[in-house]
C-alpha cells in the first residue's frame, strides 16, 4: 500500500525526505467513487514504479494539505519534486495517471564514449 497522510506537516515532510525523487500524491475521499475506481491501478503503478514515492491524502482527514495544494475535487493527483510542484489533474483517469509518471520520470544517465 502506498503511505497514508496524516496531516499537512507529514506531506510537506515527505516531499522534502524524497529531495529528487518523484513524488506523486493522490487526493482522496472515502466517499468518492472515483477515487475508489483508480485505487487498483494506484497500487499497480506503485509497484511498477518503486523508485518513486507514492502517498495519498485523505481531503476529510487533512484538509489544510488539500487546500494548501489547491485540490477541490477528488480524485486528484499532484506530482512533486525538488520541493516544485510539477504536474497535477483531476480524475480517476488511469492513463493520464500513467503518462504524466513517465513524462516525469528521471532521465536514464548515457555514457557516451
Known amino acids: 500500500m502506498s503511505r497514508q497522510i ?12 524524497a529531495a529528487h525523487r518523484l513524488v506523486i500524491i493522490q487526493f482522496t475521499a472515502k466517499w468518492c467513487g472515483a477515487s475508489q475506481m483508480i485505487s487498483s491501478a ?4 506503485r ?15 487533512t484538509p ?13 493527483f499532484v506530482f512533486m519534486k525538488d520541493s516544485l510542484k510539477l504536474d497535477s ?3 480517476a483517469n488511469e492513463s493520464r495517471l500513467r503518462d504524466t509518471i513517465l513524462r516525469h ?6 555514457v557516451s564514449r
Open 105 to 110: 520520470r528521471r532521465p536514464s544517465l548515457c
Open 64 to 76: 489544510d494539505a488539500a487546500q494548501a495544494y489547491g485540490v477541490t475535487s477528488t480524485p486528484a
Open 89 to 91: 489533474f483531476c480524475g
Open 47 to 61: 509497484k511498477e514504479f518503486p523508485v518513486y514515492t507514492f502517498v495519498r491524502v485523505d481531503v476529510d482527514a
Open 6 to 17: 496524516r496531516s499537512k506537516e507529514d506531506l510537506e515532510n515527505t516531499i522534502k525526505i
Open 42 to 45: 494506484w497500487e499497480s503503478m
